[in-house]
T-cell receptor
Framework: DAGITQSPRHKVTETGTPVTLRCHQT?????MYWYRQDPGHGLRLIHY???????DKGEVSDGYSVSRSKTEDFLLTLESATSSQTSVYFC????????????FGSGTRLTVV | EDKVVQSPLSLVVHEGDTVTLNCSYE??????LLWYKQEKKAPTFLFML????IEKKSGRLSSILDKKELFSILNITATQTGDSAVYLC???????????FGKGTTLSVSS
């Protein structure tokens, strides 16, 4: 399978605490993305990265920050978790070539109580 | 505003039936349209379509894109219970690289 892993797989946290999700790839791909998936909304883009230290916001970026200090790692941080951030979070990667597809990680199920 | 709309949102069929899933889009600077299958975990890639009228096939699944009318269909023939899943349609734009997803079609195949 494509070399993309997410950690943790599951997490329960309390409202107001900071949370960091990690996406790690071994494909040396330039592009990395964080999506959240909620019933009735499909997959929505939170943030994406087009290189080390190069990131940009997606459609649902409020309350989230990201960092990419190395090609292989893309971190998503919830500075102060809220119940509305309970969701399944997916990381995805894409290669540089025009026809390259997008490969998804297995997801992190986050519950904020 | 860019959007991707899938229909129907859900579908129940019997094993052996043929189904057609629809995806329409309004996206600036279109590059490609992708179909994914999701079974309670990560979406898995099915097809990427970039040119109109060229059918892509993989076993019992096939898909085609119409760039004039801005839609794509995903056909599944002789459905099996293992086809039960959420089917996601997504569009990639030129320059911008993130996928824009539809809400998905939930397909249930009963035996």
């Amino acid at each position: 399978d494509a070399g993309i892993t997410q950690s943790p797989r599951h997490k329960v946290t309390e409202t107001g605490t900071p949370v960091t999700l990690r996406c790690h790839q071994t494909e040396n791909h330039r592009y990395m993305y964080w999506y959240r998936q909620d019933p009735g909304h499909g997959l929505r883009l939170i943030h994406y990265s087009y290189g080390v230290k190069d990131t940009d916001k997606g459609e649902v970026s409020d309350g989230y920050s990201v960092s990419r200090s190395k090609t292989e790692d893309f971190l998503l941080t919830l500075e102060s978790a809220t119940s509305s951030q309970t969701s399944v979070y997916f990381c995805a990667i894409r290669g540089d070539r025009e026809g390259d597809g997008y490969t998804f990680g297995s997801g992190t199920r986050l519950t904020v109580v | 505003e860019d959007k991707v709309v899938q229909s129907p949102l859900s579908l129940v069929v019997h094993e052996g039936d043929t189904v057609t899933l629809n995806c329409s889009y309004e996206v600036t600077n279109f590059r490609s349209l992708l179909w994914y299958k999701q079974e309670k975990k990560a979406p898995t890639f099915l097809f990427m379509l970039t040119s109109s009228g060229i059918e892509k096939k993989s076993g019992r699944l096939s898909s085609i894109l119409d760039k004039k009318e801005l839609f794509s269909i995903l056909n599944i023939t002789a459905t099996q219970t293992g086809d039960s899943a959420v089917y996601l349609c997504a569009v990639a734009r030129q320059a911008g690289t993130a996928l824009i997803f539809g809400k998905g079609t939930t397909l249930s195949v009963s035996s």
